[in-house]
Nanobody, 120 residues
Framework: QVHLAESGGGSVQAGGSLKLSCDAS???????MGWYRQAPGKQRELVSG????????SYSNSVKGRFTMSRNAADNTLYLQMNNLKTEATAVYYC??????????????WGQGTQVTVSE
């Protein structure tokens, strides 16, 4: 079983930066991982994904060039560095681990989320 816990959310002004962390318990060494966000009144959307090795990451067009996803295998932690934040980044951010082989969900395991609020 895998348990995920996000941290690092908060309030920041537009143009500022935040770094989110996701601490994982359980074996995720062979799992791809992702960051998602859900803004008020909107569907959850994929922000970024990273391979099990950490060598390959992908980003949505809305954050490409400003967000960087990384993972530290030594301490089982996933990160999302968010720079030049825009107000539309306001959302609850979730980390996720291990692709669902059955394809029912994107990922098998999800954290509880951390709130990010970006103001003008």
């Amino acid at each position: 079983q895998v348990h995920l816990a996000e941290s690092g959310g908060g309030s920041v002004q537009a143009g500022g930066s935040l770094k989110l962390s996701c601490d994982a318990s359980g074996d995720i060494s062979r799992c791809g991982m992702g960051w998602y966000r859900q803004a008020p009144g909107k569907q959850r959307e994929l922000v970024s994904g990273i391979s099990s090795s950490g060598l390959s990451a992908s980003y949505s067009n809305s954050v490409k060039g400003r967000f960087t996803m990384s993972r530290n295998a030594a301490d089982n932690t996933l990160y999302l560095q968010m720079n030049n934040l825009k107000t539309e980044a306001t959302a609850v951010y979730y980390c996720a681990a291990c692709r669902d082989p059955a394809g029912v969900r994107d990922y098998l395991y999800w954290g509880q989320g951390t709130q990010v609020t970006v103001s003008e």
